[in-house]
């Protein structure tokens, strides 16, 4: 056994059987150690971004981490953005991290890098494996730590001696930390200043929104206090069956009309909220002017039981609401937009899809109609860094390929990691992918004149549009190897929607609007 049989074999020890992977000359240890270790599934991603969004749509589903497998620190540097994603959705990751040999460092070759430095600011963990005695001991502390809570990605630093060399002893079992819930007395204050408020809310992120804490907020809702969700949510259960609280605007001054008059804001599983973005003359922090703030249960903290002890403290009923099952009468007929589009997919769309959305400004029209679709999951983009649809649905289906995957993308988005669509491909995976084509970040149109930088002139133009040329989105889809249909009416885009449904594998579908 040497270093890399010891990393893999202390993986597998812990759960860890998916490696999203784009590996060099350093990592070939560990390439050839994974075939003695067919209990791990090694998915190759020609993007490093590929392989850290995957990784996190994974982590979202599994619950439990998977890993990646990057070159040194230029290949950790390529897969940032959608660590910071992860970060920001609190995933469990184990990123093995390539390394010159540690007799080689101090030479400085064209690859050497401040690899330290560079996985500091999204690691909430990291530590290099400088023998391969340690190699073992570290990567079970990796695991642990990935886990939080309230969990995040880790980096492993894995220098090419320390693969090579032999390493003995046996796999290192890690101790999964649990979530303390919240104490008693943050209950009862809660309680307390819930029931003197004359307007309250309670404002959920994190794990506070998975399906058993949002039992509990549906018996809060049903004692008359209104419940929110923070406005992009890592992994929230939504459609008919469930409870779906209200989701905080994400243009400040809209969130803020919403809360007018709100005298007492609850946070659970999440922070006081703030806008996405600093504008001229608008605030930052979302929580109106006389309103108190108090916190259920820290984003470490068990959500789930503060709220069901909560609710019972205010002895609210045993059940809250729930959304009905109300699909559209008719199938979406004239000319696409994202709303036809969303009524095509609340038709169609199986129990138990997995939507990973990065759809941007169509986003909304999805999720109006798809409110009271069948029962499904649905993947926000944590934080901000768009890109993170199509390598999110990759890691999903990986984690649940008994689950339709929905991967909905802006097309300015979808360029970020279009590499993707290949690993799609080549894995088979049973993931319907919709590009809604604008041919502009059209996101960016609507922030010019937020931050009162006035109208878009020709030369500023030509930073917000993707025209000239137009991207042949169907011919691009062929090429990385996936069937593709380019739709621009809701009757073409509602048959190629059901097609897709009633089969398995991969499918490519422009969405003309």
């Given at each position: 056994?040497n270093?890399?049989?010891a ?10 059987t ?10 070939m240890?560990?390439?050839a ?12 991603c020609?993007?490093e ?7 996190d749509?994974?982590?979202?589903i ?12 230029p290949g950790?540097g390529?897969?940032?953005a959608?660590?910071?994603n992860?970060?920001?959705a ?5 990123n093995v991290?390539?390394?010159?040999a540690?007799?080689?460092r ?19 963990w990291a ?5 391969p005695q340690?190699?073992?001991t570290?990567t079970?502390?990796?695991?642990a ?9 880790v ?6 001696d320390?693969a ?6 046996e ?20 309680a307390?200043?819930l029931?003197?408020?004359?307007k ?7 794990q506070?929104?998975?399906a058993?804490?949002?039992k509990a907020a549906?018996r809060l809702?049903?004692?008359g206090?209104?419940?929110f ?7 929230q259960?939504r459609g ?16 803020l009309?919403?809360l007018?008059g709100?005298d007492l804001?609850v946070?659970v ?5 703030v ?6 003359d608008?605030?930052?922090v979302?929580?109106p002017?006389?309103c108190a ?5 820290e984003r ?8 069901a002890?909560?609710?019972?403290a ?5 059940e ?14 004239g ?10 997919i ?6 138990g ?18 409110a009271?679709a069948?029962?499904?999951d649905?993947?926000?983009l944590t934080?901000?860094?768009i ?5 999110l649905?990759?890691?999903a289906?990986v984690?649940a390929p008994?689950r339709?995957?929905?991967s909905?993308?802006g097309?300015g ?5 279009v590499?993707?669509?290949w ?21 960016l ?10 109208q878009?002139?020709?030369s ?6 993707l ?7 169907v ?11 380019r739709?621009?009416t ?10 897709a449904?009633n ?5 490519f579908i422009?969405a003309k609007?």
């Amino acid at each position: 056994m040497n270093g890399a049989d010891a990393l893999i074999a202390t993986l597998l020890a812990n759960d860890v059987t998916a490696c999203f992977a784009n590996p060099g000359t350093s990592e070939m240890q560990f390439v050839a150690a994974l075939d003695g270790a067919p209990a791990m599934r090694p998915v190759l991603c020609q993007f490093e971004g590929v392989a850290t969004g995957a990784a996190d749509g994974y982590g979202r589903i599994a619950d439990k981490p998977a890993c990646t497998l990057l070159h040194l620190g230029p290949g950790y540097g390529n897969g940032v953005a959608n660590l910071h994603n992860a970060r920001r959705a609190y995933t469990p990751i184990v990123n093995v991290i390539g390394d010159h040999a540690t007799y080689h460092r101090q030479y400085d070759a064209p690859l050497n890098s401040d690899i330290a430095t560079l996985v500091a600011p999204n690691s909430i963990w990291a530590k290099s494996a400088d023998t391969p005695q340690s190699v073992a001991t570290l990567t079970a502390e990796a695991v642990a730590a990935s886990y939080g809570p309230p969990g995040g990605p880790v980096s492993l630093v894995l220098p090419a001696d320390s693969a090579w060399l032999p390493a003995t002893g046996e796999p290192v079992i890690a101790q999964r930390p649990q979530r303390p819930a919240p104490s008693g007395r943050a209950v009862d204050d809660a309680a307390r200043a819930l029931k003197a408020a004359k307007k309250p809310v309670v404002l959920l992120g994190g794990q506070a929104c998975r399906a058993e804490a949002l039992k509990a907020a549906a018996r809060l809702k049903a004692a008359g206090i209104e419940v929110f969700t923070d406005t992009f949510v890592a992994r929230q259960p939504r459609g008919a069956g469930g409870f779906t609280p209200r989701k905080m605007q994400y243009f400040g001054e809209m969130a803020l009309a919403e809360l007018e008059g709100v005298d007492l804001m609850v946070l659970v599983g999440t922070t006081v909220p703030v806008a996405f973005f600093a504008y001229p003359d608008r605030p930052s922090v979302l929580v109106p002017e006389g309103c108190a703030t108090l916190t259920l249960a820290e984003r470490n903290e068990d959500a789930a039981a503060g709220l069901a002890a909560l609710a019972d403290a205010l002895g609210a009923p045993a059940e809250g609401p729930a959304q009905p099952l109300t699909l559209p009468d008719a199938a979406p007929t004239g000319g696409l937009n994202a709303y036809l589009a969303g009524i095509a997919i609340a038709r169609h769309m199986p129990e138990g899809a997995i939507v990973c959305d990065d759809a941007v400004t169509s986003g909304g029209g999805v999720a109006a109609a798809t409110a009271t679709a069948r029962p499904h999951d649905h993947l926000a983009l944590t934080g901000g860094a768009i890109g993170i649809g199509l390598p999110l649905a990759i890691g999903a289906a990986v984690a649940a390929p008994d689950r339709k995957v929905l991967s909905l993308n802006g097309d300015g988005a979808a360029m970020y990691t279009v590499q993707a669509l290949w690993t799609m491909a080549r894995e088979n995976l049973d993931i319907t992918v919709v590009v809604f084509a604008n041919h502009t970040y059209r996101i960016l149109n609507v922030e010019m004149e937020r931050t009162g930088a006035g109208q878009a002139g020709p030369s500023a133009r030509k930073l917000l549009d993707l025209g000239e040329p137009d991207v042949d989105w169907v011919s691009l889809a062929k090429g990385l190897g996936l069937p593709a249909v380019r739709c621009d009416t809701g009757e073409a885009f509602d048959a190629a929607f059901a097609g897709a449904m009633n089969q398995r594998g991969p499918m490519f579908i422009e969405a003309k609007i």
